[in-house]
């Protein structure tokens, strides 16, 4: 099998190309680096069955040879990504979704678009099921990307129902892990590099506000099945064990031994106050569930977070 996954740098596009040049894929990766990072990749330059093309998929697509999947993860997926970048992110979710799709159709191959839990914006409905259309506010600031993402999830439809496409889409819970970056700016990454470096940690509002979070292995091993085993229809993937912000920036500091304390900070526009996904559909027609829970997770994201800022020079403190 021969596929290409856009967005390869980012973090999750590079957990997807180590995951499917495991499983014995060719893998051609495509990415600009506006958000991705070359060292997320550099450990694949030598490997016999991978490329890549630096590419911005907001312009065509040119990619030699036969392709059998199109895995479309290319995005800026951070708030504090698509808040600086609104006009580049609202491409790469229309242009970019168009380009690719495109692509797909004129190789004969299978496309998934990784979507989002933020298509459901401040769900009225909890948890929520894939049948939710979800409570979006288009004109705030995070309407960019959560437009985008609607946006191409209508087109990747349209495909499908007019050109018969084989499609997939994956609606992206919270996902955490190895190879975030440190100022990537989402909760998980935030709190761990503020309490590694003895700083508050920066929670908004009250902290009531509740989130589900999936280990990145997890998480790429529910792609998979969803390319190879799901259908046309949105399918959610992520964890359903729902924490609040308090919650998590306890567990945080209790396995870093951090002696930060918390910051409140006002909450931001259109901030979700709840977000868990009802898998019930990926559990019946994937067999697929997480496994790695959040004490687990949060221990192997610590370590990885713990090296990287040793590496940058900005070592943790001691506990």
Known sequence: MRVLVTGAAGFL???????????????????????GNPANVAHLEHHPR?????????????????????????????????LELPIQTLKVGSLGTHKALGLARAKGA???????????????????????????????????????KRF??????????YHGLDTRIARIFNCYGPRMRPNDGRVVSNFIVQALRGEPLTVYG?????????????????????????????????NPDEFTMRQLAERVLALTGSRSGVAQRPLPTDDPRVRRPDITRARETLGWE?????????GRAIEYFREALTASGRPAVSA
């Not at 914006?121 to 049948?131: A, C, I, R, T, V």
Request: net charge negative; proline share 7%.
């Open 13 to 35: 596009g590079s957990h997807l190309c180590d995951r499917l040049l495991a499983s014995g894929a060719a893998v051609v990766g495509m990415d600009n680096f506006v958000t």
């Open 50 to 82: 991978w490329q890549f093309i630096r590419h911005d998929v907001s312009a065509y697509i040119e990619v030699e040879g036969p392709l059998d999947g199109v895995f479309h993860f290319a995005s800026p997926a951070s708030p504090v990504d698509y």
């Open 110 to 148: 299978r496309f998934l678009l990784a979507s989002t839990s933020e298509v459901y914006g401040d769900p009225l409905l909890h948890p929520q099921p894939e049948s939710y259309w979800g409570n979006v506010n288009p004109v705030g600031p995070r309407g960019v990307y959560d437009e985008a």
């Open 152 to 161: 191409a999830k209508a087109m990747t439809m349209a495909y499908h129902r």
């Open 206 to 238: 009250d902290g009531t506000q509740t989130r589900s979070f999936c280990y990145v292995d997890d998480l790429i091993d529910g792609i998979v099945r969803l390319f190879h085993h799901g259908t046309a229809e949105p399918t959610n993937i992520g």
């Open 290 to 298: 997480p496994r790695v829970s959040l004490e687990e997770g949060l």
